[in-house]
């Protein structure tokens, strides 16, 4: 066994705390459209689907009751749940809370089925139906900056919350307002934690990943792992659930596809790049632009390397060049079509540099590597976000380089204008763009 270098289980103790979830009970994150799931801990999937779009929220639940973890994605406050681990449509369609909530997923009156409970500080508004309406419940618990996880910690069929902090775990056993039931120590405090059902004795316990290993242990304790098994890549999200219903939790990982681009003479509009109002129109900077660093671009800055040159990037804008005065088009990637959308046209310029984009803006995101806007060269890709977020991103352009001091770029701007290179707008601009090796 390895040891995680831990200290050992302190019971009771006073909670007072609770962001998201990591992998069981909250969204997984991550970015993408492929599912790689195994039945065992082995470093093999044995299912592989996909499901939603690359920007989604997804979400990890047994949702009717037959005992096999499946999908749900979210938009907005509408969750879109699909019951079996294959390709295909939502089985179930329904709204709770808002928009902005943290949402957690658990099995919280112990009838077998993972409903919803939406977080707002720390209060957990929890719902015990899929279905649209008010919470039943209503819980306080914990801090507003704690992490929570959720699960059935006593192996009493009921999911419940424990608070990380740090290695500290504040364990709770009942869906109420109270003091922690025990504290926990595993693992060190920069470890991503997942939580499951890794022996199949009913008590969900705590696994650590490091890279792509993973340091399994069966009990809530402080000690060695039990086990340790490899699985996907580092760079994957991981995802936990039990994906065949034989009680017993395992692996998935979240990976971005770059599918085939969509064939000119094919008639197929995809997904467009939605058109938010106030954001840019008509080359003014009408929207308030995001904090400087977001969640998420915080992340990506602390671990930020420069990423190497693109073979393909002054190519595609080449290519873009040509088709500076074409029309605007809503859905359009070609002159067949009449003109181009913003994600239309930097997809097709890269088709011509012999490189396969997806479609739409945030697939675009997730299909390319990070680069700061310091060390853009001509060809990289700058993305629009109304939230600071990749799940907010709307607008796509090639940027072009410098002219008379300020940066350039050419896109497709809106219905009242044409391709063009024009002035790089910084409002609402993520702090980093999209470079294709």
């Not at 195994?38 to 093999?44: A, E, G, H, L």
């Not at 804008?317 to 809503?330: D, H, K």
Request: glycine share 14%; with cysteine.
């Amino acid at each position: 066994m390895t040891s995680l270098g831990v200290a050992g289980m302190v019971v009771a103790g006073s909670l007072v705390g609770l962001p998201t979830a990591s992998a069981k009970g909250g969204a997984i994150g991550g970015s993408g459209s492929g599912f790689y799931l195994s039945d065992t801990f082995s470093s093999k999937a044995n299912i592989e689907l996909t499901y939603g779009s690359a920007a989604d929220d997804v979400f990890v639940g047994d949702w009717d009751g037959d005992g096999a973890d499946t999908l749900a994605y979210r938009r907005g406050n509408a969750f879109y749940v699909r019951n079996s681990n294959t390709t295909g449509e939502p089985d179930q369609l329904f709204t709770y809370g808002r928009p902005g909530d943290t949402v957690l997923v658990g099995d919280w009156d112990g009838d077998g089925v993972d409903t919803l409970a939406v977080r707002r500080g720390n209060l957990y508004h929890v719902k015990n139906s899929l279905t649209s309406g008010v919470a039943d419940s209503v819980v306080a618990y914990g801090r507003s900056d704690d992490t929570v996880l959720v699960g059935d910690w006593d192996a009493d069929g009921k999911d419940t919350f424990a608070v990380r902090r740090g290695s500290e775990y504040h364990v709770r056993n009942s869906m109420s307002s109270g003091v922690a039931d025990k504290i926990a120590y595993y693992g060190r405090s920069g470890d991503d934690v997942y939580v499951g059902d890794w022996d199949g004795d009913g008590e969900d316990t705590f696994t650590v990943r490091r890279g792509s290993v993973y340091y399994v242990a069966n009990a809530i304790r402080g000690g060695e792992a039990d086990f340790e098994v490899v699985y996907g890549r580092a760079t994957d999200t991981t995802l936990v659930g039990d994906w065949n219903a034989d009680g017993v939790d395992s692996l998935g990982v979240r990976r971005v596809e770059t599918p085939a681009p969509t064939s000119v003479d094919s008639g197929v509009v995809p997904e467009p790049d939605p058109v938010l109002d106030g954001l840019e129109e008509d080359g003014k900077e009408t929207g308030t632009p995001p904090p400087v660093l977001s969640d998420e671009m915080a992340k990506i800055a602390a671990s930020y390397v420069t990423p190497a040159p693109s073979r393909a990037g002054e190519s595609a804008l080449s290519w873009a060049r040509t088709q500076i005065g074409v029309p605007y088009v809503w859905g359009g990637d070609s002159l067949a079509e009449g003109g181009y959308d913003c994600s239309g046209l930097t997809m097709r310029a890269y088709e011509q540099a012999g490189v396969r984009l997806p479609r739409v803006t945030r697939d675009q995101w997730a299909a390319t590597s990070r680069v700061s806007l310091d060390d853009l060269r001509p060809g990289d890709l700058l993305f629009w976000s109304s939230n600071g977020q990749p799940n907010g991103i709307y607008h796509v352009a090639i940027y072009s380089g410098v002219s008379n001091g300020q940066r350039m770029r050419v896109h497709a701007p809106n219905k009242d204008k044409d391709v063009e290179e024009a002035p790089v707008w910084n409002g609402n601009l993520l702090p980093f763009g999209g470079r294709i090796g």
